[in-house]
């Protein structure tokens, strides 16, 4: 139908998140090589880093999905926190890499776990609505396609973009040493994520139709009846999503697959 199609500067307007999704994923990883050829830090400290902030995903991506759905505002249930979420990770992964000097091993690993922490939760919540407004943007088969065809492209250029960050941090031309690179790089990627992360919120409408705006409505008068009767919906709403967490592990040929 006419009102599902996607027209092509939507398609790219949606698409070019992904190259901020996956270029903010790739230089998270990708640059805390700096930590041990620039800082002289432990790898086992590093990996730690790499993991603990990663871990508070398991639990912030399905509160932000909840948030996100039971958001009203007169910009929609998305918009919002793409905007918000793209301005704040950017400032956040910018400060992420503006490392003191001659500071100890246990300062660095400190600092660096501390904002990295705030880092990933601003992250979700420019990440997690931007993808669930993906799959809102049209209810037909193949305009979805389409429009994930798009994404997909824009989002392997990222890994396309991304190799080349180690030459870019030790370039001698541009900064005395990789530590400073770090940090001019991270300026860069930073101004380039608010430049193209608010795309998505500024070029695209949420299509709300009737029956799903009652069903929305009709959910949230059931959430607040829920929580009068039994408690807290977003506890509820943690407690399947992480049942349905521990049905997936279970599932031995869908591991396989994976």
């Known amino acids: 139908a006419p009102e599902d199609r996607i027209s092509i500067p939507r398609r790219i307007a949606y698409g070019v998140g992904a190259f901020v999704n996956n270029l903010l994923g790739a230089a998270s990883g990708g640059m805390m090589i700096v930590l041990n050829l620039g800082f002289g830090m432990d790898p086992a400290l590093i990996g730690w880093l790499g993991m603990l902030p990663r871990l508070t995903d398991a639990f912030t991506d399905p509160v932000m999905g ?4 039971h958001t009203r505002t007169r910009w929609g249930r998305r918009r919002p926190f793409i905007f918000i979420g793209a301005i704040v990770t950017a400032v956040l992964f910018v400060v992420l890499w503006q490392l003191p000097a001659d500071k100890s091993e246990t300062f660095y690993f ?3 776990l501390v904002v990295s922490i705030f880092f990933y939760m601003a992250y ?3 990440a997690t609505p931007w ?3 993906g799959f809102e943007l049209t209810p037909d088969y193949h305009e979805r396609t389409r429009l994930m065809g798009v994404q997909n492209f824009f989002s392997q250029l990222a890994y396309v973009v991304s190799p080349w960050f180690l030459l870019f941090m030790q ?3 541009f900064f005395d040493n990789m530590v ?3 940090a001019g790089l991270a300026i860069l990627i930073g101004v380039l994520t608010i430049a193209v992360g608010i795309l998505p919120a500024i070029f695209l409408k949420e299509p709300y139709r009737a029956d799903a705006v009652a069903h929305l409505y009709e959910a949230e008068r059931a959430d607040r009846r829920k929580r009068r009767s039994e408690g ?3 506890v509820a709403s943690m407690v399947d999503f992480f049942k349905g967490f521990a049905a997936t592990l279970r599932f031995r040929p869908f591991l396989k697959l994976c």
């Open 66 to 69: 909840y948030i996100s759905d």
């Open 110 to 112: 400190v600092y660096f």
């Open 124 to 126: 979700t919540v420019f």
């Open 131 to 133: 993808v669930a407004l």
């Open 171 to 173: 370039y001698e031309r």
């Open 180 to 182: 400073d690179g770090a």
């Open 232 to 234: 807290s919906p977003l």
